[in-house]
């Protein structure tokens, strides 16, 4: 199984940056998708996710408004569009592939994002 997120990068603020998470090794459209981030020193916090086909969408409300979560089933990959970014986005941002109605699911490596003028 894997999970590899790639699109993170530096922007400055204001600017937008997409990231995206291809899946393989497990069925893909049977999982639902969420995208997390941590911050140096702080704990992992939920950012966002989406069932498994796409039709119903939930946001953090430190991004709600500013981010877009969205999948492809065909793609096999979850996508986070993130506009008008702030600093305190800033963090290594992951995505998490998990099992309907569990708790149980596969993690990405991350991807660094990085908001500084």
């Known amino acids: 199984v894997q999970l590899v997120e790639s699109g993170g990068g530096l922007v400055q603020p204001g600017g937008s940056l997409r990231l995206s998470c291809e899946g393989s090794?497990?069925?893909?459209?049977?999982?639902?998708m969420k995208w997390y981030r941590q911050a140096p020193g702080k704990e992992r916090e939920y950012v966002a996710g989406?069932?498994?086909?796409?039709?119903?969408?939930n946001y953090a409300e430190s991004v709600k408004g500013r981010f877009t979560i969205s999948r492809d089933n065909v793609r096999n990959t979850v996508y986070l569009q993130m506009n008008s970014l702030k600093v305190e986005d800033t963090a290594v941002y992951y995505c998490r592939a998990e099992g309907q109605g569990t708790n149980t699911g596969y993690w990405g490596q991350g991807t660094q994002v990085t908001v500084s003028s």
């Open positions: 989406v069932t498994i086909d796409g039709g119903r969408k």
């Open positions: 090794g497990f069925t893909f459209r049977y999982y639902v």
